[in-house]
């Protein structure tokens, strides 16, 4: 039988490991940076998916086709550019002169909203396959639903209680965002109110990308402080 703590000891070390790799890695600009930067796309706050019938992907000529092989920085690049575009589109409709003329504008600005959402689930489940021992399988492509089943259960395997409720509510609006039709936003203040449930889709991916942030630092750090000792020892 393994002594108590000889699991976690393991899972520790296996990080660490990880970390040696990654510290030699270029790492992205810091959530919360991003989070200064980001483009605003509102002015004030406001049980999983089901993937079913859902479509979840981004258009292919849209998003790079290779996520995965983009630096943490250059995800960062493409994210600032959606998001951009997300907040143009945004102001476009706001300004048109009728129900039906912002109807006809929608699906500019549906399409960067998923475009947006896509490329803020990679790059918060990348950060997170990083820092935690992995307790779900990695998503199997990079559909919006597919990616936040990952996050949405890793995180609440981490969290059971989930007791601010903050990943169900997410949830749920990620699922309304992923379903509205061009229809649902003849109204402006109907808009307005998903911009702001955006936003708070967003803070949400802040915070777990600072937690996971948080935690790879905290590995670095004991990874450096292995190093000195090895070397203070040969």
Known sequence: MNRPG?????????????????????VPMRAADRRRTRPAIGTC?????AFGSMSDGPDPDDV???????????????????????????????????PSARVALAPGFLRP??????????????ARRRAFPVSVP???????ATLWAEVFWAARARSPDDDSGVLSTTDVSIRGLLALQ???LADPDELRAWCERLESVEETFDG?????Q?????????????????????
């Open 6 to 26: 000889s699991h976690a000891v393991r899972a520790r070390t296996a990080l660490l490991d990880r970390v040696v790799s990654w510290s030699t890695a270029r």
């Open 45 to 49: 706050r406001q049980g999983a998916l």
């Open 64 to 98: 790079p086709s290779a996520l995965a092989e983009l630096t943490g920085y250059e995800l960062w690049e493409h994210t600032q550019r959606w998001g951009e575009q997300v907040a143009a589109a945004r102001e476009r409709m706001l300004a048109a002169p009728s």
């Open 113 to 126: 909203v998923r475009q947006l959402l896509t490329l803020r689930l990679v790059a918060v489940a990348r």
């Open 138 to 144: 990695p998503a199997d492509s990079h559909g919006i």
């Open 182 to 184: 061009p229809s649902d």
């Open 208 to 212: 777990l990308d600072m937690e996971a």
């Open 214 to 234: 948080a935690a790879l630092e905290e590995l670095q750090a004991a990874v450096e402080h292995q190093q000195q000792v090895r070397r203070g020892a040969s």
